[in-house]
C-alpha cells in the first residue's frame, strides 16, 4: 500500500492587510500566491476601505472591511474562523498584541520586538532599513513559510496573470473621457498614445513640485504631439492649472479606485513617485518612470519596473533648493525622453 505524502492544504487562512492604496497593491502578489497555492483553503482577507477596492474584487478569497471593528469584535471574528495561520503583514504593536489574543494557531509575520519571545509567532527575518529585497519579495516569504516545499515547487506559477479583474464601469468612464478629448478634433483617436502623470503622493517625501510636473507636460506635449498627456488628480487634490495644448488633459477622478486602474490599463506609460498609481502600473506590466529616493529604489521597486528608467533623487522635496528641482526636473525630462524612445522601438509599438 502506497502512502499518500501529499500535505494537507490548511482549511482556513487569514491574511492581514489595511494600508494606504500603494500599500495594499504591493502585497497583491503575495495573495494571489496564498490563492494559487491552496485553492481548496478558505482564504479570509482583513483590510480596510482602501484595500477592499483592491481585494474585494478578488475570486477565492472573502474580504472584510476591518477598520470599523472594536477590538473585542475583530476578535471574536477571527475566533468565529478557527485560522490555522494568520499572515500578519503588518506587525507593529498592538495588532501582534490583538492576534494574540485570539485562537489562531500559527501566526507568520515580520521578527519585531512586539513577537520576537512568541512562540506561537513564526518569524520571517526582514528589516526595512536594512534588507536588500524589495518589499513585495518579503510579503511572498511569509507565504512561503506555510510551507516552504509546496511553495518552492510551484514558485514558477505564482505570477499573477490578471491581477485587476476589469471593471466595465470604469472601462466605460475612461472611454467617455477620452472620446471627449479626441471627439473635439485636437487628437487623433486612432492609435491614440497616452502618458500620464501623477503628481500626488502621501506615503513619501520624493517627489516634484506640482509646477514642474505641468513645466514636464508643457515640454513634452509640444515635442511629441501625437501622444495625449495626461494629468492625473482626485476630489481634494490642489488645482492643476494644465497647459492650454490640444494633446494635454487633466483626469479628474472620484473615490472609485477602478477609474484609476482602468486609466492606467490603456496606457503606454506613467510618470510617478513611489505611490498607490506607480504600483497599479507596475502590476498590469505598464512601463513606468519612477521617481524615486535610494530608499525607495530598494524598497518599492516593482517586478516589472526598469532600474534604468528610474530618476533617482537624494533629497526629499521639502529640502530640495531651487537649483536641486531644476536638477531633479532636467533629469526627469530627459528619462522621459529616453523612455519614449524606448517604446518607440518596442516590437508591439504600433
Known amino acids: 500500500m502506497q502512502l499518500d505524502n501529499t500535505p494537507r492544504a490548511p482549511k482556513c487562512i487569514a491574511f492581514y492587510r489595511a494600508g494606504f492604496i500603494g500599500d495594499n497593491v504591493i502585497a497583491l502578489r503575495a495573495l494571489y500566491a496564498l490563492c494559487t497555492l491552496y485553492k481548496q483553503t478558505r482564504i479570509v482577507v ?18 472584510i472591511d476591518s477598520s470599523a471593528f472594536s477590538k473585542s469584535k475583530l476578535i471574536a471574528h477571527i475566533n468565529s474562523y478557527a485560522f490555522e ?43 526595512r532599513a536594512f534588507s536588500r529585497i524589495p518589499y513585495h519579495k518579503a510579503l511572498m516569504q511569509l507565504v512561503r513559510s506555510i510551507d516552504a516545499k509546496h511553495y518552492d515547487s510551484s514558485k514558477d506559477s505564482l505570477h499573477p496573470t490578471k491581477p485587476f479583474p ?98 492606467i490599463r490603456a496606457s503606454n506609460l506613467l510618470v510617478s513617485p513611489s505611490t498607490g498609481a506607480i504600483h497599479i502600473a507596475d502590476m498590469l506590466g505598464v512601463p ?34 531651487h537649483l536641486d528641482i531644476q536638477v531633479a526636473f532636467q533629469a526627469t525630462y530627459e528619462q522621459c525622453v529616453k523612455t519614449i524612445t524606448w517604446l518607440q522601438s518596442q516590437p508591439n509599438y504600433k
Not at 46 to 63: A, D, H, P, R
Not at 98 to 112: E, G, R
Open 288 to 321: 513606468v518612470v519612477g521617481i524615486y529616493s535610494p530608499k525607495d529604489m530598494r524598497l518599492w521597486l516593482g517586478e516589472t519596473m526598469r532600474k534604468d528608467q528610474m530618476v533617482v533623487l537624494q533629497k526629499p522635496l521639502a529640502k530640495m533648493s
Open 85 to 127: 495561520y494568520f499572515l500578519l503583514t503588518q506587525p507593529n504593536r498592538w495588532r501582534c498584541a490583538l492576534v494574540s489574543a485570539t485562537n489562531v494557531k500559527t501566526i507568520i509575520t515580520f521578527a519585531t520586538l512586539s513577537n520576537i519571545w512568541n512562540k506561537r509567532f513564526k518569524k520571517v527575518l526582514f528589516s
Open 166 to 263: 476589469i471593471d466595465v464601469q470604469g472601462v466605460a468612464c475612461i472611454e467617455a473621457f477620452l472620446a471627449s478629448i479626441t471627439q473635439s478634433g485636437t487628437t487623433p483617436a486612432k492609435n491614440l498614445k497616452l502618458i500620464l502623470f501623477n503628481p500626488f503622493v502621501r506615503s513619501t517625501a520624493t517627489n516634484l513640485p506640482l509646477e514642474s510636473y505641468i513645466t514636464l507636460v508643457s515640454y513634452l506635449a509640444k515635442q511629441y504631439t501625437n501622444y495625449l498627456f495626461v494629468l492625473i488628480s482626485f476630489e481634494g487634490a490642489p488645482k492643476i492649472l494644465a497647459p492650454e495644448l490640444p494633446n494635454v488633459a487633466v483626469f479628474h477622478n472620484n473615490n472609485n479606485l477602478a477609474n484609476l486602474i482602468e486609466l
Open 46 to 63: 482583513y483590510t480596510n476601505t482602501e484595500g477592499m477596492q483592491i481585494f474585494g474584487k478578488l475570486s477565492g478569497v472573502q474580504c
